[in-house]
């Protein structure tokens, strides 16, 4: 953990998810495999005709050509699904019942061990959010309770790195930019985004790279775990 020295104290943390509390990368994959599991018993036309990897191309194609759907990946999903169940010749009605099996899977997360720890010392000594580009749904994963104000880029209507996402955050939490901290695991999207909208920004490099992609940016701690930010918390004046 790098350390700086002691700041004004910290009134609010808001953290990135996806990689920051939870790995994502399993959890996709096995909703991937869930939900053509049921497109081959529900949808088969689809099955037939598209594989895991054609729908996956299917939707970085829409994406070129409506860019703006990165800031809603379920909707993302939804279009390009509804496309091929029509060009398999598929019940296009049963689109919201293959998309509430996928969203049940991608939700199907475990947070790292320090993550349920770290929020329980945390909660109470100070104000906590999140905001995430994803669209993992905090009530099913539980984690809801933890977090005073949750922001997720599809419902907001703009996504990291844009510095209206944050700075909306921090005024639901009722505090000033240089007043809270973001935790994320991204350099470009959580870190220089969160320090461009006038936060402080930790890096939670939770593999321990030593690679530093981009020099430009510079986070104002780097972490492994909750544990460590707890601990510069601490050094800030915190605990």
């Known amino acids: 953990m790098t350390k700086l020295a002691p700041w004004a104290r910290p009134k609010a943390i808001l953290f990135d998810l996806d990689d920051t509390l939870w790995p994502i990368a399993p959890v996709m994959a096995d909703a991937e495999k869930a939900l053509y599991a049921w497109l081959a018993s529900h949808a088969p036309k689809v099955a037939q005709q598209f594989s895991i990897e054609t729908l996956r191309q299917g939707r970085l194609a829409l994406l070129a050509q409506q860019p703006r759907l990165h800031l809603d990946l379920g909707a993302l999903r939804r279009i390009a699904l509804r496309s091929a169940f029509e060009q398999a010749g598929e019940d296009s009605a049963k689109v919201e019942a293959a998309m509430t099996h996928f969203f049940a899977a991608r939700n199907a997360v475990t947070p790292y061990a320090d993550v349920l720890p770290g929020l329980l010392r945390l909660k109470g000594r100070i104000l906590l959010g999140s905001i995430s580009n994803g669209n993992a749904d905090l009530e099913v994963i539980g984690l809801a309770h933890h977090f005073k104000v949750s922001l997720a880029a599809g419902q907001f209507g703009s996504a990291k790195p844009d510095a209206?996402?944050?700075?909306?955050?921090?005024?639901?939490?009722?505090?000033?930019?240089?007043?809270?901290?973001?935790?994320g695991d991204d350099l470009v999207l959580d870190v220089a985004g969160a320090q461009q909208a006038g936060l402080r920004a930790i890096w939670l490099?939770?593999?321990?790279?030593?690679?530093?992609?981009?020099?430009?940016?510079?986070?104002?701690?780097?972490?492994?775990?909750?544990?460590?930010?707890?601990?510069?918390?601490s050094q800030q004046g915190e605990e």
């Not at 490099?205 to 918390?233: F, K, M, V, Y």
Request: charged residues 15%; glycine residues 6%; proline residues 6%.
């Open 164 to 183: 209206a996402i944050f700075h909306a955050a921090c005024g639901a939490l009722g505090v000033a930019p240089h007043e809270a901290i973001y935790v």
């Open 205 to 233: 490099n939770r593999n321990g790279s030593s690679a530093h992609p981009d020099a430009a940016i510079q986070p104002d701690a780097i972490c492994t775990t909750l544990d460590d930010l707890l601990e510069w918390l």
